[in-house]
């Protein structure tokens, strides 16, 4: 069974970098893509970004200019890196397996952008 | 505005069933990409509900069934329970500048 933990700042000053990180247990990294959704407060899920071990990525379109994901497969993890964030990038942000459909999910994580 | 049309919110008493449509266009379901349903309790992650059209995942109720036809899929859940109040939110892919994976606005299920 997979297991995922979402890990980061809470709080991330506009303009600047939201970094975050998913823990994934019970599998090898190397098994499935892996992907980031987010999701603002009181509003629907908007889907980031996806990658697979190799470094394959896919993002969304809306996004692409300020994303990058990143695996390590020494820990089993892998990464989200969103730059020059504004008000509009607070959300839970969320980490989930697979990209065709998504399953499991970590719990989330608020990230809130301010100053 | 999501690619992919939901209602906003649907209700229904206990025990009575329930439908959720998920509207989208040719570059979409239409264009024969899986339909994918999640369920949302307020303060939780969302849990896949429902996978490509209509394969329930191990653990999900035969209460909850998938249909898809044309440019549209259905959530339909039968013999309400107040478990089932929650945000179901379907997904799928597109083959346009919206894509690849689009998600719909989300409806949130109240059962009276």
């Known amino acids: 069974q997979v297991h995922l933990q979402e890990s980061g700042p809470g709080l991330v000053k506009p303009s600047e970098t939201l970094s975050l990180s998913c823990s994934v247990s019970?599998?090898?990294?190397?098994?499935?893509?892996w992907s980031w959704i987010r999701q603002p407060p009181g509003k629907g899920l908007e889907w980031i970004g996806y990658i697979f071990y190799t470094g394959n990525t896919n993002y969304n379109p809306s996004l692409k200019s300020r994303v990058t994901m990143s695996v390590d497969t020494s820990k089993n993890q892998f990464s989200l890196k969103l730059r020059s964030v504004t008000a509009a990038d607070t959300a839970v942000y969320y980490c989930?397996?697979?990209?065709?459909?998504?399953?499991?999910w970590g719990q989330g994580t608020l990230v809130t952008v301010s100053s | 505005q999501s690619v992919l049309t939901q209602p906003p919110s649907v209700s229904g008493a206990p025990g009575q069933t329930v439908t959720i449509s998920c509207t989208g266009s040719s570059s979409n379901i239409g264009a024969g990409y899986a339909v994918h349903w999640y369920q949302q309790i307020p303060g939780t992650a969302p849990k896949l509900l429902m996978y490509s059209n209509s394969k329930r995942p191990s653990g999900v109720p035969d209460r909850f069934s998938g249909s898809k036809s044309g440019t549209s899929a259905s959530l339909a859940i039968t013999g309400l329970l107040a478990e089932d109040e929650a945000d179901y939110y379907c997904q799928s892919f597109d083959s346009n500048l919206n894509g690849p994976v689009i998600f719909g606005g989300g409806t949130k299920l109240t059962v009276l």
């Open positions: 989930a397996s697979r990209a065709d459909w998504f399953d499991p």
């Open positions: 019970g599998d090898s990294i190397k098994t499935y893509y």
